[in-house]
């Protein structure tokens, strides 16, 4: 599969090449009086990613579908998001994601540009 999110039963939602990926380890720390510190991973899956997606001058009819299909998970329901990885058999990996915000600015005719927020999940 490509790059992204299947949307309606075999539509595959692919985002603009400016497709980011934010990780922040999550670390617990505890500093002792004579300057050393000792660090420890926080969890088991200890990294936050959030990616940042952008569907630009895209057909209203589009960007409509891939809302609604938003709107019905309303920030709660994980679903399947393939990312690039070189490391992986095929060079992708598909990952559990729910989407936090997302933007939709309305253009010109029936052109629309959406702004979607995925924050990964560990999720059977």
Known sequence: MATGFIYTGTQVATPDKSMSRDAKPKVLTSKFGDGYE?????????????FSLTFANRENDFVDDV????DAKKGVSKFNFTIPDSNASGNERTIKVVCDSYATTYLYDNFY????????????
Not at 38 to 50: L, M, Y
Not at 67 to 70: I, K, M, Q, V
Not at 114 to 124: F, G, K, P
């Open 38 to 50: 000792q660090r420890v991973a926080d969890g088991i899956n200890s990294i936050e990613e959030t």
């Open 67 to 70: 809302t609604a299909f938003l």
């Open 113 to 124: 540009t959406l702004s979607v927020n995925l924050r990964r999940v560990y999720e059977a």
